[in-house]
């Protein structure tokens, strides 16, 4: 990947599902009743929605969205962002709307009137501390081209897109947009597979659209080796093959760097305080390592601040920072 | 006051302002900025909070409401509990009824259609860690005689009136039908001040309401000074002389049960595994004393129940219970 030299008004734009979480606590019996994958993510409808909600304990409500959190990191990291997503006109799109606002991220869709409600994710917490989650994406899931602005992109150094977008056809077409826009201006575009099985059902459209569009790919351990097809050590030549920087991650073992024209960089993992809810470890990796790349910093630095956003994100409930990403970043000396 | 002795399908309903809380982080220049008395709690008419809000922090949505957080505690100590409040047609009422419904708390208030939006509670909470309220009623101020349902108030051993509620003309003759209702079913009434302001301006109106309605009075020393004019030892005196029941919270040196007919009971505080966040203090002590009221125990377990529930609620972020109150009840060898 060849360093981006000019300097951007944005660090990071992202593209994703725009979701309200609703995490309450829960038991194996209630997944089972409810068909819910433990440890998961399962997508749902409305009724179902609905049925599930009525039937779960008392909870809490934050904003969510995968890319969302990633966004929500780099600002934290001192870093400017922007967001796209889709929410519609009620009380839940105006909670979504205001809290990426309220960390001076870029965020200016118009909401959806009429159509679905704003997205929310049914997050059941069973004693095991695992957090157990079914999705209704309702607005989230009409992000199109219209709503990926030219400025916006053009402005970013990097644009991040969250692969479960990569699900809906007309996602597809505002994913393909916003590499278009990228290229042009001379950015970088960077994609996230999300979950194995947005890999497992879009494996060949995902082949096709890396290479032609992406300079960064974030995965882990399990949906790289869905992707190519090959296990441990051949992951990074297939990697190589197919785009300039691939981020693998492996939970406590960290992370590798594998880039095209270099040697791959391990990073460690940073053992957290403590281990409280592993949700938005990922999310949280991701933002360090494009804070890190946006800014200027080398490969090495960039993996390490992932690994330290990742750190803080999972040693307490919910998957947004609750220190300051950017103090704890000079404490440790990466920024 | 006479011991409940027919046998209530409910333990308590009550009645109060249905509040969704929205909680972030702030600082002291925040709360001057916007005129928001520090540790109190304001209200605010709709276009301050949507001013507030916009500048506030990202945060953290829950049900809250003074009554609300009680009758999810009568819920968690195994009582049967009903509420009565107005919420509007939108995601913060379905969140408030829902979170009420999930806890098995009869909540049956058809929402209300093209008028205010469901209320919300801005609480900004400073590094020190004082939450400061600003409310906005919407939809919850409107409670009024017709929402009085007689069968629930019937059906009820206590039914408790929020304080905060008094301010509302409408929701004054509410509480009287309530008050009516109680008294021709044999069923005892109970009200809390809520806050020193409540008292301040309504001081009056409450002197007449409560001898007249009125078995159970639940006040801080604050409150009880403000409402009779007198202070410390004097004040067991007055309250004998208006109310059958005066339960008097002195924060960590516990409470005072003052009876018209016997010697008052003092109730030590329980001391909390950590203090964390005093708010919802008062709201578990009243379900701790009305629980052990309605389900037949003596005046000293009820008020230990009350300073046990209290206790739980301190020592984490938010005025629900997070523990089973039942189990930490039966441990501690009050049920």
């Given at each position: 990947?060849s ?23 829960s038991?194996?019996a209630?997944?089972?009743?409810h ?6 993510m ?6 179902r ?21 990633t966004?929500?990191c780099i ?6 962002g ?20 309220s ?15 704003t997205?929310?994710c049914l ?12 999705t209704?994406l309702g607005a989230?899931g009409?992000v ?5 602005s030219e400025?916006?992109v053009a ?7 969250e692969?479960?977008?990569f ?5 597809r077409?505002?994913?393909?947009k916003a590499g278009?826009?990228?290229r ?6 960077a ?14 459209a995902?082949l ?9 790919l974030?995965?882990?351990?399990v ?11 051949a ?9 300039p ?7 406590e073992?960290?992370?590798r ?8 960089v ?8 403590q ?22 910093r ?9 690994s ?7 040693s307490h409930?919910g998957?947004?920072?609750?220190k300051d990403l950017k103090t ?8």
């Amino acid at each position: 990947m060849s360093a981006i030299n000019e300097k951007p008004e944005l660090h990071v734009v992202a593209v994703g599902n725009a979701i309200v979480d609703v995490i309450a606590n829960s038991d194996d019996a209630f997944l089972k009743k409810h068909d819910i994958a433990k440890g998961g993510m399962t997508l749902i409808d409305e009724p179902r929605a609905t049925a599930i909600y009525a039937d779960m304990a008392a909870g809490i409500e934050n904003s969510g969205g995968s890319a969302a959190n990633t966004v929500a990191c780099i600002a934290s990291f001192g870093g400017r962002g922007g967001y796209i997503g889709k929410v519609a006109d009620d009380d839940l799109g105006r909670i979504f709307a205001h809290d990426l606002k309220s960390l001076g991220i870029a965020f200016d869709a118009t909401p959806m009137s009429g159509g679905p409600s704003t997205a929310r994710c049914l997050i059941n917490v069973t004693k095991d501390a695992q957090r157990s989650m079914a999705t209704f994406l309702g607005a989230a899931g009409h992000v199109g081209p219209d709503d990926v602005s030219e400025d916006l992109v053009a402005a970013a150094a990097i644009t991040y897109l969250e692969g479960y977008l990569f699900e809906q056809p007309v996602a597809r077409d505002a994913f393909a947009k916003a590499g278009d826009i990228a290229r042009a201006a001379g950015r970088k575009l960077a994609i996230t597979l999300s979950d194995g099985f947005v890999v497992d059902r879009n494996r060949d459209a995902l082949l096709e659209f890396i290479p032609q569009h992406v300079d960064i790919l974030f995965a882990n351990q399990v949906e790289a080796e869905m992707l190519f097809g090959v296990k441990a050590e051949a992951l990074d030549d297939a990697a190589r093959k197919l785009c300039p920087l691939t981020a693998i991650t492996m939970s406590e073992k960290g992370s590798r760097l594998v880039t095209r024209d270099g040697p791959s960089v391990a990073v460690p993992a940073v053992p957290p305080a403590q281990l409280v809810d592993t949700t938005g470890a990922g999310d949280a990796y991701a933002a360090g390592v494009l804070f890190g790349l946006a800014s200027g910093r080398d490969l090495e630095t960039a993996g390490r601040l992932g690994s330290l956003a990742a750190s803080e994100v999972i040693s307490h409930f919910g998957a947004r920072p609750q220190k300051d990403l950017k103090t704890l970043a000079e404490a440790n000396g990466l920024l």
